[in-house]
């Protein structure tokens, strides 16, 4: 499955987002036609993270509570018992809570002092892409993003990889 970095979706939700935003980016992966939603997608796609990923979660949050930051726990912490259609706009799922619901796209996001995150899953016939769009709010967002950055930047690829339902 080859995942390639694209422009944000024009058409989604997300872009409405980028404007300020002192991160962005995008990968997307060609699929088969399938009537799964975006929120769907994005829970089976969790479902598959790589073991590395959530240990590298899990030493990011012992790092960052050392400078007052919050423990997010791991992209995992999903009940897997819960149907996707049991989920609402407000609602947490592992990491993030959902910000915008469609049948075609979904938004996950988290606020925390000194950044504001939101994760896009947008679906066509042909294509899932996943879009970050990342504001700062102080210094710390800034050295935040300087080592997170390049780590999100192998850890979304490898995660649509490990996803071989797509």
Not at 2 to 19: D, F, G, K, M
Not at 33 to 59: D, F, G, Q
Not at 67 to 85: E, F, R, Y
Request: hydrophobic share 40%; proline share 5%.
């Amino acid at each position: 499955m080859t995942v390639l970095e694209t422009a944000i979706p024009q058409q989604s939700e997300i872009a409405q987002r980028l404007p300020g935003a002192y991160f962005h980016d995008c990968f997307s992966v060609d699929t088969t036609p399938n009537t799964l939603s975006a929120l769907e997608t994005y829970l089976k796609v969790i479902a598959t993270t790589p073991r590395w990923v959530n240990t590298a979660m899990a030493l990011r949050n012992r790092i960052v509570q050392l400078v007052g930051l919050q423990d997010l726990g791991l992209l995992t912490d999903i009940d897997p018992d819960k149907p996707a259609s049991a989920y609402t706009v407000g609602d947490r799922i592992g990491i993030f809570r959902i910000r915008y619901l469609s049948e075609r796209e979904v938004i996950l996001g988290d606020n925390d002092k000194h950044l504001k995150v939101e994760l896009s899953i947008c679906k066509t016939q042909q294509q899932v892409s996943v879009s970050t769009v990342v504001h700062i709010n102080n210094t710390l967002g800034r050295i935040y993003m300087f080592f997170v950055a390049p780590a999100h930047r192998r850890i979304v690829p490898a995660t649509l990889r490990k996803a071989r339902f797509l």
